[in-house]
């Protein structure tokens, strides 16, 4: 059993940065692939990005090319999300999720496990 821990949220000003945290711990050999996504009050979990733990392969949304970066250190088994240039509207509850391989990548169903979430908040 894999659980995973979000930390790094919290209040910025637009135009800001953020670095979001998501530490796997337990079974955390079994998962192939770690996804970011996020989900602002009344609308549906969308998919940021997605990083495999043994190459370090990338895929990110087209939405947040060139301002949101993925990254992970094995021997934390930490994942990283580095955000920039922050605007409001990307104030939203930002989650790490696990998968076992490196299909469907951005369908949140398709992800076994679930941290409990992040809340970022950008101001204007």
């Known amino acids: 059993q894999v659980q995973l821990v979000e930390s790094g949220g919290g209040l910025v000003q637009a135009g800001g940065s953020l670095r979001l945290s998501c530490l796997a711990s337990g079974r955390s050999d079994r998962n192939y692939a770690m996804g970011w996504f996020r989900q602002a009050p009344g609308k549906e979990r969308e998919f940021l990005a997605a990083i495999a733990w043994p190459t370090g392969s990338t895929y990110y949304a087209d939405f947040v090319k060139g301002r949101f970066t993925i990254s992970r250190e094995t021997v934390e088994n930490t994942v990283y999300l580095q955000m920039n240039r922050l605007n409001p509207e990307d104030t939203a509850v930002y989650y790490c999720?696990?998968?076992?391989?490196?299909?469907?990548?951005?369908?949140?169903?398709?992800?076994?496990?679930w941290g409990q979430g992040t809340q970022v908040t950008v101001s204007s």
């Open positions: 999720a696990a998968k076992k391989n490196w299909y469907t990548l951005r369908s949140p169903t398709n992800y076994d496990t």
